[in-house]
């Protein structure tokens, strides 16, 4: 396969995002991401660690945001992990 990046020609490259935290922090996380202007549809993954992963895709155009909305929330930004959408379909 080749890699290709998923690009929109007005929102920009999508990309995914995960935010680990720990699960007394969950519901305060989630609704955050419920607050920003744009649909974010997380998965949510309970691992073996003390820390429950939250993860969905998001256009770069909107991370700023995204971050602002973080830190608004109480959250530092450094907590938001952006990786290459096609890295993540394993392409």
Not at 38 to 46: A, Q
Not at 62 to 87: K, T, W
Request: glycine residues 2%; hydrophobic residues 45%.
């Amino acid at each position: 396969m080749t890699n290709t990046l998923l690009v929109s020609p007005t929102s920009g490259e999508l990309l995914a995002a995960e935010i680990r935290v720990s699960p007394k922090y969950l519901e305060d996380i989630l609704e955050a991401l419920a607050s920003a202007p744009f649909p974010i549809n997380p998965e949510l993954d309970h691992t073996a660690s003390s820390l429950t992963q939250v993860r969905f895709p998001i256009y770069d155009s909107q991370l700023d945001l995204l971050r602002e909305i973080l830190v608004a929330a109480g959250f530092p930004q450094s907590l938001l992990e952006i990786h290459s959408m096609a890295a993540e379909l394993n392409y």
